[in-house]
């Protein structure tokens, strides 16, 4: 086909009308399973792409952003979650937009008819919402998830990045004993968090027996069971990487508990730089994650394709920071 495909192709190819076609390609839910395999087989055989201008004219929307965010127990009780919205509430109120919030399991489709553009919070099992979200030709972007097989904008931390300078900064300090709690090894974070300090471990030559990884899930319970794992050991170790601070600090708690101390016996890395690390018995070294910019920038970036500042697809990877604090200190001789 010569020329650029429309709706009224994938409409005469699928035999139905272009109102059916319209609202499969926005995930209205009234249409047919038939109706909507055929759709779909007719906007995949030529390629369709909706006028993104057109379908935000017809809605007769163009300010509003959708914050698309994965659920998990404590959501609200988690930093990076609470960050997130923050972050991107304060970026809408200054940019005088409308924000629509949504927890997802990723089972169902996303409405993208009320907003002119979806933030991702991350893609825990939910990839097929992403997929439905560009399908209807909603701006997207996707936060705290580098993804290149889809086209979509993302704005990452390196991760990978960060699990090696939690590794660098123990290593350096003479620790040759160094056991971690991992994050959800399902999310790109937890797993390229884990790569990066296993790594830099072989790299500098530092073994890291499978007594001492935990695969966690970022909560607090799970970090207390690992450490206690940890320190029932035969051969301990003498520094702990949590993937999160507040798993880190549910291990400090721990550590105290079992009549050590931090950094005096065990030294502690965690991950986010939540303020909560300032507040407790000792004070945590951490690596930064720039979850509020990551935010700000999601809404920025939407901002302008939105108003019609183009459509180049914004893929932004941000560098982790380590702070260091009181935590760490050289083991014992």
Do not use: W
Request: charged share 20%; glycine share 8%.
């Amino acid at each position: 086909m010569k020329n650029k495909p429309s709706i009224n192709d994938v409409a005469r190819r699928a035999k139905v009308s272009i109102t059916t076609v319209s609202r499969v390609i926005n995930n209205i839910l009234t249409v047919s399973a038939k109706n909507r395999v055929r759709v779909e087989e007719a906007v995949a055989y030529y390629k369709y792409r909706p006028n993104i201008s057109a379908q935000r004219l017809a809605r007769g929307l163009n300010n509003s952003v959708g914050l698309v965010m994965p659920s998990y127990p404590g959501i609200f009780h988690s930093f990076y979650a609470v960050e997130l919205i923050r972050g991107v509430g304060h970026a809408c109120e200054v940019l005088r937009m409308d924000l629509v919030f949504h927890i997802t399991n990723g089972s169902n489709p996303i409405n993208t008819n009320n907003v002119g553009g979806v933030i991702f919070a991350d893609v825990i099992e939910n990839r097929k919402q992403v997929e439905g979200a560009l399908a209807s030709g909603t701006p997207c972007v996707v936060i705290n998830h580098k993804i290149d097989d889809l086209d979509v904008g993302y704005i990452a931390v390196d991760n990978t990045l960060g699990g090696r300078a939690a590794a660098d900064y123990l290593v350096s300090l003479g620790h040759k004993k160094v056991a971690t709690v991992t994050g959800n090894l399902t999310t790109q974070a937890g797993a390229q968090r884990l790569k990066g300090f296993e790594e830099l471990l072989e790299e500098k030559g530092v073994p890291l027996p499978k007594e001492y990884v935990y695969q966690g899930d970022y909560s607090r319970r799970c970090a207390r069971v690992a450490a206690e794992q940890f320190l029932k050991l035969p051969n301990p170790p003498t520094a702990i990487f949590a993937a999160s601070d507040e798993m880190a600090l549910e291990v400090m708690a721990v550590i105290f508990e079992k009549g050590l101390k931090v950094p005096g016996d065990i030294s502690l890395v965690g991950f986010d730089d939540n303020p909560a690390c300032l507040f407790g018995p000792v004070a945590l070294t951490t690596v930064k994650q720039p979850l509020f910019q990551m935010a700000e920038g999601a809404v920025k970036y939407l901002h302008t394709v939105i108003h019609g500042g183009g459509t180049a697809r914004k893929k932004t990877i941000l560098a982790p920071e380590l702070v260091v604090r009181e935590s760490c200190s050289s083991p014992k001789k």
